[in-house]
């Protein structure tokens, strides 16, 4: 199996950046695609990034598109999301995910979840 861990969230006001990161462990977790989600009270868990087990293709949500950037490293077995000019909306609980495909973005087709990070941005 593998473990995920998310870290990095808190508080920020709009038009503010902060950097999420993912610290996998566990059998060939470098291995494998990997994604980033997130979830308010209320509704579905919503893509957000996904980056390939070579870190050469990526997919982002429109919502997200020209913002936020997804990378790793897998070297230090770890995952990354760059967020710019936040914004309210923005707002939610950020999950790692990995075992998907790239451009499956059915948050059914990831086997391995984190428990998530807090984000949230003022207005």
């Known amino acids: 199996q593998v473990q995920l861990v998310e870290s990095g969230g808190g508080l920020v006001q709009a038009g503010g950046s902060l950097r999420l990161s993912c610290a996998a462990s566990?059998?060939?977790?470098?291995?494998?695609?990997m994604a980033w989600y997130r979830q308010v009270p209320g509704k579905e868990r919503e893509f957000v990034a996904a980056?390939?087990?070579?870190?050469?293709?990526?997919d982002y949500a429109d919502s997200v598109k020209g913002r936020f950037t997804i990378s790793r490293d897998n070297g230090k077995n770890s995952m990354y999301l760059q967020m710019i000019s936040l914004k309210p909306e923005d707002t939610a609980v950020y999950y790692c995910?990995?075992?998907?495909?790239?451009?499956?973005?059915?948050?059914?087709?990831?086997?391995?979840w984190g428990r998530g990070t807090q984000v949230f941005v003022s207005s």
């Open positions: 980056i390939s087990w070579s870190g050469v293709t990526t």
């Open positions: 995910a990995a075992g998907g495909r790239i451009g499956v973005r059915e948050s059914s087709s990831f086997t391995y």
């Open positions: 566990g059998r060939t977790s470098s291995m494998y695609n």
